[in-house]
């Protein structure tokens, strides 16, 4: 199973040449350690260190952050039993019906 980071990091962003006008997919992993990479169709330098891009990238990990805090949140509640709270566990036998 992927950690929270793994799937932060797999979360790809498009990045668009203003040269060719094609955009290309990349992982947040890559977005974060390159600071330029060339467009795959036209070869056009494309500065990737941006204030722009930077905040993209806090964005979607924020997002995702958020996502897993509701997902766990989520499994807490279905996992505990329904009377757990209001009833403390019983040492006595129940009767038989």
Do not use: G, W, Y
């Amino acid at each position: 199973m992927e950690t929270l980071e793994e799937l932060i990091d797999a979360q790809s962003i498009e990045i668009f040449c203003t040269r060719c006008s094609q955009t290309t997919a990349k992982s947040l992993k890559f977005l974060r350690t390159a600071r330029d990479m060339h467009c795959p169709m036209c070869d056009a330098l494309i500065v990737l260190n941006t204030s722009k891009m930077k905040n993209q990238i806090r964005t979607i990990e924020r997002q995702m952050q958020t996502l897993h805090r509701q997902l766990m949140d989520t499994i807490t509640v279905r996992t505990l039993p329904a009377n757990e709270e209001s009833e403390p566990p019983s040492s006595e036998p129940r009767p038989r019906r």
